[in-house]
């Protein structure tokens, strides 16, 4: 079956614009994560969609950054007044109901933000 | 808070033999999961193995072991008869049980970068 798909794939953008990063997870999949990843780094927690309701959105760095997932499946990123210090490797996961067993997250291949 | 330290940013193996990559961990929850991920310049993470905490037994995925110390919160990854296909970052990951209150996130390590040499 399909896995986890992001679009775009890159996208690069001028300091102060608004950029939307798309995200669909596997069919079923209730639970869905956004990381984001920058240079020489792990991915770091952005925020936690479980259906269509954000769970936890602690990681969001501040309130530039904005999450939906209105119908409980595809979910967009939405940065305000981008800043250079957003580019980053922005990778979304899905899980089926982490509460079950180890909740095994399946990654998106990423978008990769470039702000000029 | 949790954190997962990987202190070997590189690390380099010849094909066919063993290679091991070092995890260590802090927290203070009893029950937990922990993975490690590969991340080839695709981008993409792959699950390549995982561990139950409460499990005392170490995982094993085909080439792929781990060294679960508990007590000592240490969690490495052994790969066998190292692949070319094996070269990539490779990320160490925890993550709380559902009974400790989280909301599943992972945690993650900053990455070891594996290079296999023919």
């Known amino acids: 079956g399909a896995g986890v798909s992001q679009t775009p794939s890159n996208k690069v953008t001028e300091k102060g614009k608004y950029v939307e990063l798309r995200c669909d997870p596997i069919s079923g999949h209730t639970a869905l994560y956004w990381y984001r990843q920058s240079l020489g780094q792990g991915p770091e927690f952005l925020i936690y969609?479980?259906?269509?309701?954000?769970?936890?959105d602690s990681g969001l760095p501040n309130d530039r950054f904005f999450a939906v997932r209105p119908e409980g499946s595809v979910s967009t990123l939405k940065i305000q007044r981008t800043e250079r210090g957003d580019s980053a490797v922005y990778l979304c996961?899905?899980?089926?109901?982490?509460?079950?067993?180890?909740?095994?997250?399946?990654f998106g291949p990423g978008t990769r933000l470039t702000v000029t | 808070a949790q954190t997962v330290t990987q202190s070997q940013p590189e690390m380099s193996v010849q094909e066919a033999e063993t290679v091991t990559l070092s995890c260590t961990y802090d927290t203070s929850e009893s029950d937990y999961y922990l993975f490690w991920y590969k991340q080839p310049p695709s981008r993409q993470m792959i699950l390549v193995i995982r561990?139950?905490?409460?499990?005392?037994q170490n995982a094993t995925e085909n080439r792929f072991s781990v060294n679960f110390q508990k007590a000592a919160k240490s969690f490495s990854l052994k790969i066998s008869d190292s692949q070319l296909g094996d070269a990539a970052m490779y990320f160490c990951?925890?993550?709380?049980?559902?009974?400790?209150?989280?909301?599943?996130?992972?945690?993650f390590g900053k990455g070891t970068k594996l290079s296999v040499k023919p």
């Open positions: 969609f479980q259906g269509t309701g954000a769970a936890d």
């Open positions: 990951a925890y993550r709380s049980s559902f009974y400790g209150g989280s909301q599943g996130n992972l945690i």
């Open positions: 996961a899905s899980s089926p109901d982490w509460a079950s067993g180890s909740g095994e997250q399946y």
């Open positions: 561990q139950e905490a409460y499990k005392q």
